[in-house]
């Protein structure tokens, strides 16, 4: 219940929790347009942190951009995006809830990680 609230401390983005992982999705097809808009939302995010006297580790926030095997010609080194003074480096991949999400919205990784763990069983 402490956190019900915190959707709306965002504008242009949606958020979902489950336990204590909260995730915050926005689309946008411009790069720039992502960058300022989530630049903005995690501004907001800050701020409700610090009135509800929260802290957030920000080592462990990650940042993914989901998109198509087409769209390789997305330079992300061009995008800052920025958490209290921490610049977050795009990932290729995310753990969410035990399964491994990948910037192709594929299962390869998922997978792979799975087979790892099913050899060493046997």
Known sequence: MYINDFRLCLTESTSGHFADDTFIIYNSKKLKTIETVINYELKQVIKWLRLNKLSLNASKTELIFFHSNSNRNMDLDEVYINFNGIRLTPV??????????????????????????????N
């Not at 753990?95 to 069983?121: C, R, V």
């Open 92 to 121: 290729d991949f995310v753990k969410y809830l035990g399964m491994f999400i990948d910037k192709h919205l594929n299962w390869n990784h998922h997978i792979y990680e799975l087979s790892k763990k099913l050899i060493q069983a």
